[in-house]
């Protein structure tokens, strides 16, 4: 089974908080950071990737956000 990345940006904390899943296949591992993401409200964005790539950024980021299926977003202010 693949393995993909999860970074939290968390408003408590200066550093993103790193997770590593294993999921059967990238839908899967979106459902996965998207359960994350809405786990706290303190939560400011999640970022998944896979291999160093990234595939998904749910919530605001400072540089860009995109959608579930990797298209880009408008930029958001910080």
Known sequence: MPDFEIYVEDDRYSVPTLYLITAASQ?????????????????????????????AVLGANPTTEQDFNGSAGAASAA
């Open 27 to 55: 839908a899967g591992a979106l459902a996965m950071a998207d359960d994350v993401w809405r786990s706290s409200d303190h939560h400011l964005s999640v970022e998944l990737l896979q291999d160093g790539e990234r595939l």
